[in-house]
């Protein structure tokens, strides 16, 4: 497993996935801020819903740095998954990863984030599909194969 094609592949998907988010809502709902605010929800508590408690900017910084985070983590789960099986594997599987991850978030992670349940949507199981798939994609396209560091090298 390349842990630097993990890191670079998990930030870049969560920065497109967050991006192609805040826009489909902005242009949905004209509410940029639903989806950091929602992710904010996790680091600063519930207040990070309401405009009036927390500003747009700190909302959107913790959401993000939740995001990143989180993203950088799946994707140590994505790699370590879908190690050396391809890129179209790790499209596909990254993709079905995303699907996986979306059922977690929002059945299982509702219990203690509340708020998650109401963002049970088509819109977000494509979003989590998008983070998946690009990750798997990602990791798979940049990832350098390393020769084992074994002493014996089968003489």
């Known amino acids: 497993m390349d842990k630097r ?8 998907a969560a920065i497109v996935s967050l991006a192609a ?7 949905l709902h004209e509410n940029a801020f639903g989806l950091p605010r929602l992710l904010a929800t996790i680091a600063l508590g519930r207040d990070a819903l309401n405009a ?5 900017s700190t909302a959107l910084a913790a959401g993000a740095a939740v995001h990143l985070m989180l993203g950088v983590v799946f994707a140590f789960v ?8 391809g890129f179209w594997v790790g499209l596909i599987g990254g993709a079905l990863f995303g699907l996986a991850l979306y059922a977690i978030n929002t059945y299982t992670m ?8 109401y963002f049970r949507s088509w819109f977000m199981i494509g979003f ?23 002493r014996f090298r089968g003489r």
């Open 78 to 85: 994505i790699s370590f998954t879908l190690h050396r099986w």
């Open 52 to 56: 009036e408690a927390t500003p747009n």
């Open 110 to 117: 509702s219990r203690f984030f509340p708020d998650f349940y």
């Open 5 to 12: 094609a993990a890191v670079i592949a998990g930030l870049i």
């Open 128 to 150: 989590h599909v998008l983070f998946g798939a690009l990750c798997g994609g990602i990791y798979e396209a940049i990832e350098r194969d390393r020769p084992s560091r074994s």
């Open 21 to 27: 988010g805040m826009a489909a809502l902005q242009y």
